[in-house]
């Protein structure tokens, strides 16, 4: 009876420790980016992989105050873009919520990348004082423009991806000022340089860098002429100081087709394309972009 009773005590501890480890790998996601260690202000993509007895039926989640859009991959694996802000410390928290076959219920956790310091360099610039210092109602047009590019950005949250090749850059020229350079005009640091910027001559051609909807084309005090496309998942990319546009507000365009020219608009010492990605309002690397592909 002894043997009886310790061989029971035995079973129902396993059955509870089975329990137990189920339970623990019911939460169980572990999440990593591609690249494994991105520097501030890059576009990287999300891996999530699942270790369970009772796999996800769907994982949500946002980063950096932005929606994340995963897709499911496989089995076990889901992926989603997600945009690292420039300034901040040295890990990005992702927050996943994680739904189940047949349950109600929607659990919640984070996760930790690893974030290295922005590498960009200082660019020195000489303007005229009145390009610097704004008045009280051109600071009022300023943040009204910079208002509607965060609009286009968080409504394109709500866009289907429209894009199947990876994205490519605007245009085939040389690179003039990266992404993330502090502006220095005048001997004062005024602001980082959020966008890239491609040489050019007026009138030569800007390509778009993938399928996407124009969310808006207009003139802004800085950026002058501009083009902004929603390619939908949150991703948007804008094309500043343009001479000439070539299409319309709600064209769908295609990757590599002609939406307008380099000029000299806006607020430049020169003409030239700036080209802007961000991924909901955070600006990021368009070479990053480039460098992922936009591919989940």
Request: charged letters at 20%; hydrophobic letters at 40%; proline letters at 5%.
């Amino acid at each position: 009876m002894r043997r009886v009773l310790q061989a029971y005590a035995r079973s129902v501890f396993a059955l509870v420790l089975l329990q137990f480890t189920a339970q623990r790998m019911l939460a169980q996601i572990i999440i990593r980016s591609e690249p494994s260690a991105p520097v501030r202000g890059a576009l990287v993509r999300l891996v999530a992989t699942a270790a369970g007895l009772d796999l996800p039926a769907n994982i949500s989640g946002s980063a950096a105050g932005e929606p994340l859009h995963f897709i499911r991959r496989d089995s076990i694996t889901w992926t989603a873009l997600a945009g690292v802000p420039i300034e901040g410390g040295d890990s990005l928290t992702v927050e996943l919520r994680i739904s189940r076959h047949g349950a109600h219920s929607v659990d919640s956790t984070e996760a930790w990348i690893r974030v290295l310091p922005s590498r960009a360099a200082s660019e020195r610039l000489r303007v005229p004082p009145s390009k610097i210092t704004l008045t009280k109602a051109l600071q009022q047009r300023v943040d009204r423009e910079i208002e509607q590019a965060h609009a286009i950005g968080r409504r394109a949250h709500a866009t289907p991806p429209l894009w199947t090749e990876p994205f490519s850059r605007p245009r085939a020229s040389r690179i003039t000022s990266d992404f993330g350079t502090s502006r220095v005009y005048n001997g004062a640091v005024a602001s980082r340089h959020l966008g890239t910027d491609f040489a050019g001559k007026v009138g030569d051609s800007v390509f778009a860098a993938n399928r996407g909807v124009v969310a808006a084309i207009g003139h802004f005090y800085l950026a002058g002429n501009v083009i902004y496309l929603d390619h939908g998942a949150g991703l948007t990319t804008a094309y500043f100081h343009l001479s000439r546009t070539f299409v319309s507000e709600g064209d769908t365009v295609s990757k590599g087709q002609p939406i307008g020219a380099v000029g000299k608009t806006g607020r430049v010492t020169g003409p030239h394309l700036h080209w802007s990605v961000r991924y909901g309002i955070v600006p990021v690397d368009p070479m990053s972009l480039v460098e992922i592909g936009g591919r989940w």
